[in-house]
């Protein structure tokens, strides 16, 4: 069964960091997309950052370009997102996402979600 894992969330302040890990199981990171998704309260998902392997896409939302890193470990199957520079508006609560065929924004397109870490940035 495919399983992810999700830590790292936390409360900060404007301007500082937080990194995010997702810990992932029962599939392979070469074949599977994975990336993370983010609800803020009332507000509808969006994709954060997305990363294919097999594919060689990465993308991030232009609302993080230049501030949050995607990065994986194939051997440990973790999957990190650096955070830096956070706004008050990145609160959100943080979701990991696989799949095997999609690599994009929808988010009902990605068959496999973790249980979501809250991420709190205070001005």
């Known amino acids: 069964d495919v399983q992810l894992q999700a830590s790292g969330g936390g409360s900060v302040q404007a301007g500082g960091s937080l990194r995010l890990s997702c810990a992932a199981s029962g599939f392979s990171f070469d074949t599977y997309a994975i990336g993370w998704f983010r609800q803020a309260p009332g507000q509808e998902r969006q994709g954060v950052s997305c990363l294919s392997s097999s594919n060689g896409i990465l993308y991030y939302a232009e609302s993080v370009k230049g501030r949050f890193t995607i990065s994986s470990d194939n051997d440990k199957n973790m999957v990190y997102l650096q955070m830096n520079s956070l706004k008050p508006e990145d609160t959100a609560v943080y979701y990991c996402?696989?799949?095997?065929?999609?690599?994009?924004?929808?988010?009902?397109?990605?068959?496999?979600w973790g249980q979501g870490t809250q991420v709190t940035v205070s001005s």
């Open positions: 996402v696989a799949d095997p065929r999609y690599y994009g924004k929808i988010d009902y397109e990605y068959d496999y």
